[in-house]
């Protein structure tokens, strides 16, 4: 049985970028992306897997979000995972979290509901 409050792969949608790879901007994925390379910039979609081999420099907006190699920044998400592996500097601001044994974190977590349609609302809102 899936949770249906933090899909894990939102329409069904798999994204994966090559490791080794470097993105700067604004990135949208309709399901769950992987990330095994580096990112700086904006990351949005239905899910987020940091892989251990993964940097994220930025923001983070999803209902599901694994780290499990470096992140910089803040997370906006529902259900929020950090692995043995990840490096988190910054803010995370989380519906549930679990941290496993072994992470590495430094900065602020806070409990919030994750509402993905308020984010949309105020993308609308900026470009109108």
Same mark, same amino acid.
């Given at each position: 049985?899936?949770?249906?409050?933090?899909?894990?792969?939102?329409?069904?949608?798999?994204?994966?970028? &090559?490791? /080794?790879?470097? !993105?700067?901007?604004?990135?949208?994925?309709?399901?769950?992306?992987?990330?095994? $390379? %580096? @990112?700086? &910039?904006?990351?949005?979609?239905?899910?987020? @897997? !940091?892989?251990?081999? /993964? +940097? =994220? +420099?930025?923001?983070?907006?999803?209902?599901?979000?694994?780290?499990? $190699?470096?992140?910089? &920044?803040? @997370?906006? #998400? #529902?259900?929020?995972?950090?692995?043995?592996?990840?490096?988190?500097? /910054? *803010?995370? %601001?989380? +519906?549930?979290?679990? !941290? *496993?044994?072994?992470?590495? =974190? +430094? #900065?602020?977590?806070?409990?919030?509901?994750?509402?993905?349609?308020?984010?949309?609302?105020?993308?609308?809102?900026?470009? #109108?």
């Amino acid at each position: 049985m899936t949770d249906q409050k933090y899909p894990a792969a939102g329409s069904g949608a798999r994204s994966h970028l &090559g490791a /080794g790879s470097r !993105i700067t901007g604004e990135l949208f994925f309709p399901g769950t992306v992987e990330l095994p $390379g %580096f @990112v700086k &910039g904006r990351v949005e979609a239905s899910a987020v @897997v !940091i892989e251990e081999a /993964g +940097e =994220v +420099e930025g923001e983070i907006h999803a209902a599901s979000v694994a780290i499990k $190699g470096r992140f910089n &920044g803040q @997370v906006f #998400g #529902g259900k929020v995972r950090l692995h043995a592996t990840a490096r988190m500097t /910054g *803010e995370i %601001f989380y +519906e549930s979290l679990s !941290i *496993e044994s072994g992470a590495e =974190v +430094e #900065g602020q977590c806070k409990s919030r509901p994750y509402d993905n349609d308020a984010k949309q609302d105020d993308n609308n809102a900026k470009q #109108g």
